[in-house]
């Protein structure tokens, strides 16, 4: 079999490029600098796989992994990945703390700390990055007075230090990871056990309908079906219309799946499966210590 081409949401030093390290038992990894980038080259065939954060367990879903799924792409979420997040602030090497007044991350990473920052650094302007990685790239370039949030990836990749580690506000802070392709190939990952499997659907109503959501879970309840998230989406073909993303905790079968499905349609529902697919959870240590 040829060498795997896994994409990810670079540079490296992200915590996409962790959980790439952590799942997949070897193969060519490429970097790209968004999600809409890593996406489009699996569906211009450059890469067979890509790895893009999905949902976070602070800041909640991703919008932009899940609207470019859905609107701009053909393609399947084949497995995910959950891993923890732990956030550190990384500076320049001769840098002591005093006399930071910029700091550089993703905007996710950044509301994670928010109440670190508040209190160490309310003073410090804050600047969006495409991603942690990206801002620890910046930070090795300007210097001293300036941080980055990131991992200690992020600092090894850079040649940053650690000043101060874990500091995100809550510590059960983990995100979720999709694992995307367009045509289904075999995956060469490590030996982690499989936490679950689950199947991601979506589901477009009726316009105008009342009751429809009612009816529509109540399709999934009575079959016993077990749904761990539901979230709307904007349509984004004008106000008021929305779509639904479900995830059930069980892989498609041919029998309660296509019984559901028949069952919205009857409604004027359209259901769309996104993915079905094993669920992974590691933990990823970290070998760092607080200067």
């Known amino acids: 079999m040829s060498e795997q081409k896994i994409g990810y949401l670079g540079p490296k030093g992200t915590f996409t490029k962790m959980a790439v390290d952590a799942l997949f038992d070897g193969g060519n990894y490429i970097s790209y600098e968004s999600i809409p980038a890593c996406l ?12 893009v954060p999905i949902e976070n367990a602070i800041e909640g879903s991703v919008h932009l992994t899940i609207d470019y799924l859905v609107h701009q792409v053909k393609q399947s979420i084949i497995a995910e990945l959950t891993v923890p997040i732990k956030q550190h602030l990384l500076v320049h090497p001769d840098e002591q703390g005093e006399k930071i007044h910029k700091i550089y991350s993703h905007s996710h990473a950044i509301a994670q700390c928010h109440q670190y920052l508040h209190k160490r650094y309310p003073e410090a302007e804050l600047e969006y990055t495409a991603s942690t990685g990206k801002a620890a790239e910046i930070v090795a370039d300007v210097g001293r007075g300036y941080a980055a949030i990131g991992n200690h990836l992020a600092a090894e990749e850079n040649g940053l230090k650690i000043l ?10 983990h995100t979720r990871f999709a694992v995307v392709q367009k045509q289904p190939q075999t995956l060469k990952v490590k030996d982690h056990p499989v936490t679950k499997h689950k199947t991601t659907v979506m589901v477009t109503l009726p316009k105008d309908y009342v009751g429809a959501l009612h009816q529509v879970l109540a399709a999934f309840a009575w079959r016993k079906m077990n749904l761990s998230k539901i979230e709307s989406r904007p349509m984004k073909t004008g106000l008021g219309n929305y779509f639904f993303l479900i995830d059930v905790d069980q892989p498609y079968d041919q029998v309660l799946f296509p019984g559901v499905q028949a069952e919205l349609e009857a409604l004027g529902c359209q259901l769309k499966v996104l993915g079905t697919y094993p669920s992974y959870q590691i933990d990823i240590p970290t070998p760092v210590q607080k200067v």
């Open 164 to 173: 101060d580690t874990d500091i995100h506000d809550y510590d059960n802070n």
């Open 40 to 51: 489009d080259a699996v569906e211009a065939g450059e890469i067979s796989t890509a790895v």
